[in-house]
Nanobody, 119 residues
Framework: QVQVVESGGGLVQPGGSLRLSCVAS???????????MGWYRQAPGKQRDLVAT???????NYADSVKGRFTISRDNAKNTVYLQMNTLKPEDTAVYYC??????????WGKGTLVTVSS
């Protein structure tokens, strides 16, 4: 089992920045079995979509809508993944969920953190 906890959401004006953090915890075996960590988001009335993921080796993958604005990074020693979000737009408003994938494609999700981009 892996526990996933996000933090860092909030209200920001268009053009502003926020950094989200996600910490994974669990047994040593569970943590060592983590392959990928990442972020998804769900706006009201819409499906949950990929934002960005990063493998244990550091290979990132981004949705086209955030390329050049968002940066995902990972600290394996702290079992933490970060999402630096710059030049935020109102359409970035959503609940952001952290996703952890273990080898064997076992998925774990956090409860989500709300990001609101509004003036």
């Amino acid at each position: 089992q892996v526990q996933v906890v996000e933090s860092g959401g909030g209200l920001v004006q268009p053009g502003g920045s926020l950094r989200l953090s996600c910490v994974a915890s669990g047994s040593i075996f569970s943590i060592l079995s983590i392959y990928s960590m990442g972020w998804y988001r769900q706006a009201p009335g819409k499906q949950r979509d990929l934002v960005a993921t990063i493998t244990s080796g550091g290979t990132p993958n981004y949705a086209d809508s955030v390329k050049g604005r968002f940066t995902i990074s990972r600290d394996n020693a702290k079992n933490t993944v970060y999402l630096q979000m710059n030049t935020l737009k109102p359409e970035d408003t959503a609940v952001y969920y952290c996703n952890v994938v273990q080898l064997g494609s076992v998925n774990y999700w956090g409860k989500g953190t709300l990001v609101t981009v509004s003036s």
